[in-house]
């Protein structure tokens, strides 16, 4: 079968990589790629929000199956186009996409419905949100309602920083339109843990836990970034917790998006914090998380291409979905000065073995044979070991084989997790 794959960073090489292993798949493609995909799948400058592009590329090349990964393409209603073109898709029509890109919907989908999440009011009035910020309990949280490229959330710890926060999007328009209304909510505390699942719109399956570091810098210092290393599964996320998560968000969300009229069907990310009170959602996303895909794909033994095409199809609950008992770390080697100003079209070479792991290239391009830096994020470097401990080691001494002039990365990957697991 012929499949093609939309999007061009980590976490598309992480999904290309465990597609190809399917014995079923015969050509495999994806848009636009990078230079590191472009080793595993025939790589095409076609922009993932390029939707008449993408679909013409799929009508003339007789695509079979097609796979949908970043959050714009589907707020932008790929799926649904290719699907009236004849394509069956790995994803969520427009309709239910927009879990991800309004978390104002998002808001009201759990408060009517009782799903546990913060605290919050909407707002569409610069000077309502200001009056509100300078009585509502500090920290809070300001988030742009739209997609953000996953910056559009800010923690503030003080009024003036909550209402920086608001200026920024509804008077400076950082976001474009994705700040003209804004939520601004509880401040939550607890250990986050990030679970990805599979579903069909009826049945759901959750994947391996993870736990992500946003921060740029070591003990959780810096600026926030799309994520500098993941590790899986998440300690925090025990039986009890899963039982529960199961029972009071998982399948009521999917039961919610349904009697909505907006049948999800896909891998829907639950962005989860364990507090006091129990756990609760932080955000959804539409799609397979970056980088928590890297870690968690690597860890299932199913064929990947099977269990989409069950989602697809409406017969998840017929199909085993299984995963390894062991553990994976996947460390991001960054541009220095990443997530702000930093340097392109730095050389790469990596290493000639890679021990049984696994590069994801994120931001690189390929010239004469070579890779070259082409963004923040450069390089998910994973490997899976049977405990996590040894995971983490085996990950570093793997990065550390890499030739990367310009590049850094944290040292604390997978610390906190280890640490939990010694408590």
């Known amino acids: 079968m012929k499949v093609l794959v939309v999007g061009s960073g980590g976490r598309e090489h992480a999904i290309v990589k465990a597609l190809k292993k399917s014995p079923e798949i015969t050509e495999l493609y994806c848009l636009p790629g990078n230079g590191g995909i472009a080793r595993d799948a025939v790589c095409v400058p076609i922009g993932a929000k390029d939707i008449d592009g993408i679909v013409k590329f799929a009508v003339e090349h007789r695509v079979d199956y097609a796979v949908v990964a970043p959050d714009d393409p589907l707020a932008l209603g790929a799926v649904d186009a290719l699907n009236a073109a004849g394509v069956p898709c790995f994803g969520p029509r427009k309709n239910a996409a927009v879990i991800e890109s309004s978390k104002a919907f998002a808001k009201e989908l759990m408060h009517k419905y009782g799903i546990p999440t913060a605290?919050?009011?909407?707002?569409t009035d610069v000077g309502e949100a200001l009056d509100y910020v300078k009585e509502c309990p500090i920290p809070t949280v300001v988030k742009a309602d739209g997609l953000a490229l996953g910056k559009g959330v800010v923690i503030a710890s003080?009024?003036?920083?909550a209402e920086e926060a608001i200026k920024s999007m509804m008077v400076d328009k950082a976001f474009g339109h994705s700040g003209e209304k804004i939520v601004v909510e509880e401040f939550l505390s607890g250990p986050e843990v990030s679970v990805l699942a599979f579903t069909d719109g009826e049945t759901l399956v959750p994947m391996v836990s993870s736990m992500d570091h946003k921060r740029a810098l070591d003990n959780d210092e810096g600026l926030n970034t799309g994520g500098m290393g993941t590790v899986a599964p998440n300690p925090y996320y025990t039986e009890a917790v899963a039982s529960e998560c199961m029972e009071r968000i998982f399948l009521p969300t999917i039961r919610a998006m349904k009697a909505e009229g907006r049948p999800f069907q896909g891998c829907l990310y639950f962005g989860l914090m364990i507090t006091k009170d129990g756990p609760k959602v932080i955000e959804?996303?539409?799609?397979?998380?970056d980088p928590e895909t890297q870690v968690v794909l690597?860890?299932?033994?199913?064929?990947?291409?099977t269990v989409m095409?069950?989602?697809?199809?409406?017969?998840l609950k017929d199909v085993p979905v299984e995963f390894d008992s062991g553990a994976a770390c996947c460390v991001i080697l960054a541009s220095k000065g990443y997530p702000q100003a930093y340097e392109k079209g730095c050389p790469i070479t990596l290493p000639a073995d890679y021990e049984g792991g696994e590069i994801y290239v994120a931001g690189a391009r390929e010239?004469?044979?070579?890779?070259?830096s082409d963004g923040g994020r450069v390089l998910g470097v994973t490997q899976t070991a049977p405990t996590l401990q040894e995971a983490v080691a085996k990950a570093y001494a793997l990065a550390g084989k890499v030739e990367f002039a310009n590049g850094y990365c944290r040292t604390d990957i997978g610390r906190r997790a280890l640490a939990a697991m010694e408590d």
Do not use: H
């Open 119 to 123: 605290q919050y009011r909407i707002f």
């Open 284 to 289: 959804y996303n539409c799609r397979f998380g």
């Open 298 to 305: 690597p860890l299932l033994k199913s064929d990947l291409f």
């Open 367 to 372: 010239q004469d044979g070579k890779l070259y």
């Open 158 to 161: 003080t009024r003036e920083e």
């Open 309 to 315: 095409r069950a989602v697809t199809e409406g017969r």
